[in-house]
């Protein structure tokens, strides 16, 4: 008879480790998902208050994206370095035309004035910018 009881004591005792460990499972899978929940909460909590803000303060611009504020001073720097690209080119065209308006005598003959080149500023706007940009 204390065979038997004995072995009862030890299905139930397994049983119940069994059970433990199930109960283990299920605390760890609730505690990832509490964690989980949380971080919800969380981005949640930062979105309502980002609408909050549009809402009470609609006037208020949004800083620009740092790539906006570049490509904006990009634009910019480009749009000088064209105007310096052709500016220079005026200047070559103007010193070109001051030389040849002397012949091999050294009598003054009728001006040309040379074409813009467009290969040569372009090139020039690129080796500016390149050095801007580097």
Avoid: W
């Amino acid at each position: 008879m204390v065979l038997r009881s004995e072995r009862e004591l030890l299905a139930q005792t397994k049983a119940q480790e069994d059970e433990i460990a199930g109960l283990h499972l299920q605390l760890e899978n609730k505690d990832r998902e509490v964690e989980r929940l949380k971080d919800l909460c969380l981005r949640q909590r930062e979105e309502i208050r980002t609408l909050k803000d549009a809402v009470l303060f609609p006037d208020a611009e949004p800083e620009p994206e740092p790539d906006r504020r570049l490509r904006d001073e990009i634009s910019t720097l480009t749009d000088q370095i064209q105007c310096l690209a052709q500016e220079l080119a005026q200047v070559k065209a103007e010193k070109h035309s001051a030389r040849s308006c002397f012949d091999e005598d050294g009598y003054c003959s009728s001006p040309r004035t040379p074409g813009f080149n467009e290969e040569t500023s372009f090139s020039l706007i690129r080796e500016l910018m390149f050095r801007l940009l580097y």
